[in-house]
RNA sequence: GCCGCUGUAGCUCAGUGGUAGAGCGCACCAUUGGUAAUGGUGAGGCCGGGAGUUCAAUUCUCCCCAGCGGCACCA
């Protein structure tokens, strides 16, 4: 596009409508805007010109499809939040000249923008910050944007000190257009587009939180201070999302675990979980599902060593590839002398399981395995350690001690498509048992530090996609994602709230069988290696319950309810009948508890449902003398007087586990 | 591991250079009630750990540790 030549042409500018509005030469947003209506002038945020997103300044010199975007549009809210981000900047440079900025893209929910200082900003500095924006936004600085020449622009950003965007410059691929915007005396580098000036920002963005973050993403490079914030097109949204978030933390489970008295974690132990008998009944439900669902899909469940040899990990490659994961334990007697030290540092290796694989391998080479025994499909609830980093612990979403809901598929080439059509089924129908339709799907590739040779990646990738196409399942992919043996496909269910997890998985090993001598003897008499597939449903059960409990708010369903109903009288009068119904509900198989408190209806009441207890059994004198129970269900407000025997029997029923067909 | 913030009773949190307080919970007493808090009394704390400054440190300084929010890593 030539806007030299084109100046004296007409341009035809063609809006949404169809109308088409013709000018005697270039025209920009706002002045197209201005020519359609005051109303639209002062809410046009950019222009869509031919789908590209301009800014309402930037001249159309050709005939064009065009659309005033305003604040309503949801691309609105993009250009909205990047402002938001350069206001905060200038805001930063202002107030603390010694920082240089560095980048500031959008995130969910509004955007972000590193700086480099010596000194991290402090939650204190947010105030002052966000005070300063306001005030840059009343100022209503006029946004311009400028093509400036690249040599010209790094010397500019070197000579004042910019030399983060100096380097971003020099890194952009030749031949892209450098643009630079002003507001105020205040300038960047950026593609854009903007607003036509501060002042259209408006006043709905909050700063949420200063962090450290590396410079480029790499653990290597100097850290930043980050300052995170959120923007919106009107108060109101903004206040939706504070409520938003607000709702989230009261999911945390963290904090429901504690309420709900299902587990701790002390500095002891860091990393590892201590489960209370509540959550331990989860804990235990879920397995007991999961364990039925293996059985009935062909799989053996098995158990195998926590501690192995240093040796055995080098041979499966685990030393070289995964060491730094790993507790490492010597095999030595500790020394009971008080002034030596406890250990002499000379002893052979030990070290704690990061996984299962190489182990599951062990037992299969035991025996010989013949191409009609395969596949073979060994389980385990493999309990693995992983010395993760301290900054990575998170409740039971992210331990040190972790049990996986693992299990090994060893199957010849040509089972690879059938195995992993099966696996997905299952997987797809404990996710719908549990609560989680959505799901996606994708599949990692190669990563940078793998073993195995590159044919072997070719074909294994090969492999996997072909079985992946016959699941049906759409997918994407995850470039650089797989294990270092091998590609995989990931599972990443979205839970109540919107959003992802990544739990499931599936992973094609040609590698570890062969490096651990794992073989059976083909139809042609020779040996051959089998193909090692590596897959989990749950993942690990801490971080899926934690799932669960975020899912479910705590609510969980009945079958995996710590417990399931509490029996409770009116008054003290009552306290036999209560025992026994509470009597017949453990006969009956159902988790209750009897609560004979000296404490009024509407206490118990109200202490058992914030103890999330689904069913509250109340008798008094009226239920007694008619063999009835009130019930009253969480989260209602009313209560059911309802036969005792059928009450029972109704809990029963709807606390049975799902078996795949729900 | 890196950056920042935080650490006081079982939980949620006040507070002070002169060794601590509330609400809930817990125990006991009274109360016997109809579906989200009955009233009273009481017990309960090495103020995260260690060093330093000070006549005196929970409070100020430094060093650890842990938790939290991110980053990096990742199930």
Redesign the pocket.
């Known amino acids: 596009m030539n806007e030299q030549t084109s100046a004296h042409n007409p341009v035809n500018l063609r809006l949404p409508d169809g109308s088409v509005r013709t000018f005697d030469g270039p025209v920009d947003g706002t002045t197209l805007a201005a020519d359609i209506g005051p109303g639209l002038l002062k809410a046009a945020v950019a222009i869509k010109v031919n789908g590209e997103t301009w800014d309402l300044s930037r001249a159309i010199s050709a005939d064009s499809d065009v659309a005033i975007v305003t604040k309503k549009d949801a691309e609105a809210l993009d250009i909205l939040r990047h402002d938001c981000a350069h206001i905060m900047a200038e805001a930063v440079q202002e107030l603390f000249p010694d920082t240089q900025v560095t980048i500031g893209p959008n995130?969910t929910d509004g955007f972000?923008y590193d700086f480099a200082r010596d000194?991290?900003?402090?939650?204190?500095d947010l105030i002052v910050i966000e005070k300063r924006m306001h005030e840059i936004v009343a100022r209503d600085e006029q946004i311009i944007r400028e093509e400036w020449d690249r040599t010209d622009a790094i010397a500019y950003f070197k000579k004042i000190g910019e030399l983060y965007k100096a380097e971003i410059i020099e890194d952009l691929p030749q031949g892209d257009t450098i643009t630079v915007y002003r507001q105020g005396d205040w300038l960047d580098l950026c593609r854009g587009p903007h607003l036509p000036s501060t002042g259209k920002l408006g006043d709905a963005f909050k700063l949420?939180?200063?962090?450290?973050?590396?410079w480029r993403?790499?653990?290597k490079n100097a850290?930043l201070?980050?300052i995170?914030g959120t923007c919106w097109a009107d108060k109101k949204a903004l206040k939706a999302y504070l409520h938003r978030l607000e709702e989230a933390e009261k999911r945390?489970h963290?904090?429901l675990g504690?309420?709900m008295d299902l587990f701790h974690?002390?500095?002891e132990a860091?990393?590892s979980v201590f489960w209370h008998p509540a959550g331990y009944t989860m804990w235990l439900q879920m397995e007991k599902y999961i364990r039925a669902r293996l059985t009935e899909h062909g799989y053996q469940e098995i158990k195998t060593p926590q501690l192995l040899d240093s040796k055995f990990w080098e041979k499966s490659g685990h030393w070289a590839k995964f060491r730094e994961?790993m507790f490492v334990v010597p095999d030595e007697v500790p020394s009971t002398d008080e002034d030596a030290p406890v250990l002499s540092g000379k002893a052979k290796l030990m070290a704690l399981k990061p996984m299962n694989c190489p182990a599951h391998v062990q037992v299969f080479n035991q025996g010989t395995k013949s191409y009609r025994d395969l596949p073979i499909r060994f389980a385990e609830f493999g309990c693995c350690h992983?010395n993760?980093?301290?900054?990575?612990?998170?409740?039971?979403?992210?331990?040190?001690q972790?049990t996986?809901d693992d299990a090994h598929i060893f199957c010849r080439e040509d089972q690879i498509t059938s195995e992993t059509v099966n696996f997905c089924s299952l997987l797809s129908s404990v996710y719908r048992d549990l609560g989680f339709p959505e799901f996606k799907v994708l599949l990692a590739t190669r990563?940078d530090?793998r073993s195995g040779s590159d044919e072997s990646w070719d074909l294994a990738e090969a492999r996997l996609e072909a079985a992946l196409k016959e699941t049906g399942l759409d997918y994407d992919f995850a470039p650089g994602?797989g294990?270092f043996y091998g590609p995989k496909l990931?599972f990443h269910l979205s839970d109540a709230i919107g959003r992802t997890?990544?739990?499931g998985?599936l992973q094609l090993d040609p590698n570890t069988p062969k490096v651990l001598g794992a073989t059976y003897i083909g139809e042609d008499g020779a040996k051959h290696a089998p193909v090692m597939l590596h897959r989990?449903v749950l993942?690990?059960l801490?971080?899926?319950l934690g799932i669960m409990i975020e899912h479910y708010a705590g609510r969980m369903p009945l079958w995996l309810a710590p417990t399931q109903a509490v029996v409770t009288?009116?008054?003290?009068?009552?306290d036999g009948y209560a025992e026994e119904i509470y009597n017949r509900l453990i006969a009956a198989g159902v988790r209750a508890e009897l609560d004979l408190?000296?404490?009024?209806?509407?206490?118990?009441?109200?202490?058992h449902?914030?103890r999330k207890v689904p069913a509250?059994f109340?008798?008094?004198?009226?239920?007694?003398e008619d063999g009835t129970?009130?019930?009253?269900r969480?989260?209602?407000?009313?209560?059911n007087?309802q036969i005792a025997s059928e009450a029972i029997d109704a809990l029963v029923a709807e606390g049975r586990m799902p078996n795949g067909t729900a």
């Open positions: 995130i972000f000194k991290p900003f402090t939650e204190d949420m939180k200063v962090a450290g973050a590396y993403g790499d653990s850290m201070t980050r995170y945390d963290r904090k504690r309420e974690l002390q500095e860091q990393g994961n992983r993760e980093a301290h900054g990575a612990l998170h409740g039971l979403m992210r331990v040190r972790m996986q990563p530090m994602e294990a990931e997890w990544q739990c998985t989990a993942g690990t801490e971080r899926f009288p009116i008054t003290s009068s009552a408190k000296n404490e009024k209806i509407n206490y118990k009441v109200r202490f449902s914030h509250i109340v008798v008094g004198g009226r239920e007694e129970v009130s019930v009253r969480l989260g209602s407000k009313h209560s007087v």
